[in-house]
């Protein structure tokens, strides 16, 4: 997998999966129509500003409330190419990787809005390229980056067709 690189979008602790994607937007898979809503009662403004690539960098609990597979789809409609964060809700963590939006767990405390992050997925090194900072994240089961590579669990058991080492 490539370097990702983009710029962050840093927010709080527990931000909610309403938060992320509010709930009447949820009757639709339409990608397009996710991303335009996405974060949209937490910052107006972001499906605007945001850019392909960008990072979205928030503190404990993100993802929490309830199991919704829009929110994930939604954060990954719109652009952005990784989610870190001091902490997930375990579901919303589960359901990124299995659509193929990586995250990554480590104190995120130091990045601010604005910083052009680089992430290197498969060591777990997330580095602000114009502060000189480099963070180390948890590290992932190398499965977990291979089904990351695929862009997620379902092109991943297209490719190889078993279950090479999930449980």
Same mark, same amino acid.
């Given at each position: ?46 499906? *605007?500003? &945001?850019?392909?690539? +960008? ?9 929490? $409330?309830?199991?919704?597979? =829009? #929110? ?41 809005? *604005?910083? &052009?992050?680089?992430? +290197? ?9 114009? $502060?000189?900072?480099?963070? =180390? #994240? ?30």
């Amino acid at each position: 997998m490539t370097l990702l690189t983009g710029t962050a979008h840093v927010y709080g602790d527990d931000i909610d999966t309403d938060r992320i994607i509010p709930g009447k937007y949820t009757k639709t898979l339409d990608l397009s129509d996710l991303a335009d809503h996405v974060l949209e009662d937490l910052d107006p403004e972001f499906s *605007g500003r &945001v850019r392909p690539g +960008d990072i979205l960098v928030a503190g404990d609990n993100f993802g929490c $409330g309830s199991s919704r597979e =829009q #929110a994930v789809l939604a954060i990954k409609a719109v652009g952005v190419s990784a989610v870190v964060a001091n902490s997930f809700a375990r579901i919303f963590f589960r359901n990124a990787i299995n659509i193929g939006l990586p995250v990554l767990e480590l104190g995120t405390h130091e990045i601010n809005k *604005g910083d &052009v992050l680089e992430i +290197d997925l498969a060591a777990g090194i997330v580095r602000d390229l114009a $502060g000189g900072r480099a963070y =180390q #994240a948890a590290k992932m089961p190398q499965v977990m980056v291979d089904i990351l590579a695929e862009g997620g669990l379902v092109d991943y058991l297209a490719r190889y067709g078993d279950y090479r080492g999930l449980s």
